[in-house]
């Protein structure tokens, strides 16, 4: 009996195998392993840089991003950079430039101690300019959609490489294991330009890329779909995690790592920790009435809404997309009605994180992937718009490490290039690492040989923006 019983044991070499040939073996499937995969938090934190909150290089104050990308490329000098030389060339050839000049349609007043002047489409984040630094001399490379969305979001034209909530989240760790430490909330529809590079993790651990939550659901439900469990209950699924953990870690010392199997074994983990915590942050109904009628009831505000709910749960980075800002024509007509989808529900923002407590250690960014042109669109009818231009346009920033009320750079009289204190992407993505505390070239990640950074081999800071 003694010698059947040992013949029949699994000796180890006959256990080591690679995770795949164990997921053959044994029939459990990928979800099983992910679910599986919830091990201890000493071997997590070894394991997944996004595990644990992390000492940053310097002392800083902003400790969260909201970044509010107004995909499609907002005009600047219809909103922050006003322009009234270009009413004496309405309808006329500039110097230097083709076309006809086009005016802004729009006025400009000035708003707060700071008196910034702000275009009376953002009157409600008009009143915020105090709590902004508005840079006017932004610049980007390549003046195509795809390209430059992609670009503002990770750093690179070409290859695929982290995105900035990537390498803020591997800065910085997470705050919260039971929830993501990148969140990436998008509207309805198909994907944005570049689609999920905008939001991966690339080369870095798979953990680091964003959660992508399509909020035009209604619901929590609709949001966070297959979140619960339909056929466990937790108790049952941690009887289920246990027992593959155990068999897992007779397989540890011959696995393979597979960056894809890795990332999907870690999104299997979130979501078993997600499932009472999660649901509750992107539950909206549970802020008083007061503060949603603040937001207001539209696909913006309760997409706002949530950030400040992921923010105040200590989620890391918040993408934002809040597109459709492509004007070639009818500017007039378009141009405010994008601008009222976001003006009060990103007043409202500043706002309730002042309010919270949370705006000091919260960067808040507005922007697009570059700015338009000053002269009407060659498309143009009665009623034009404006061209794609890479040379200018305008962001903002407000909260943790901002100097408020602080205008920085210019454009040329008409708007056309950026000349005062010229501001590329580079120079933007080191200077919001550095208000999270990082120094942009120590902040790297080694790859095929080759230490990589958000900046590539470029970048300056802007100190004239950081408090």
Known sequence: MNDCLCNNRMRPTEVSCSRREFLARCGMGLGALGLASLLSNEVLAAASPASIAKPTQFPAKAKHVIHIFAQGAPSHVDTWDPKPALAQYADKSLPDLNGVAMPSPFKFTKHGQSGIEVSEVFSALGEHVDDMAVIRSMYTDIPAHDIATVFMNTGSLRMAKPSMGAWVLYGLGSANENMPGYISLRPGGGPPPGGALNWGSSFLPGDLQATSINTSASTVEGMLQNIRNEYFTQKEQRRQLDLVQNLNSIHSRSLQKDPQLEARIQAFEMAYRMQMEATDAFDITKESQSVRDLYGDTPQGRQLLIARRLVERGVRFVQVWAGGWDHHQDIEDRLPASAAEIDKPAAALLTDLKQHGLLDSTLVIWGGEFGRTVTRDRNGNDNPGRDHNNRAFSIWLAGGGVKGGTIYGATDEFGARAVD???????????????????????????????????????????????
């Open 421 to 467: 204190n010229k501001v590329h992407i580079h120079d933007l993505h080191a200077t919001i690492l550095r208000m999270l505390g990082f120094d942009h070239e120590k902040l790297t990640y080694r790859y095929n040989g080759r230490d990589f950074r958000l900046t590539d081999n470029y970048g300056k800071i802007v100190n004239g923006i950081i408090a």
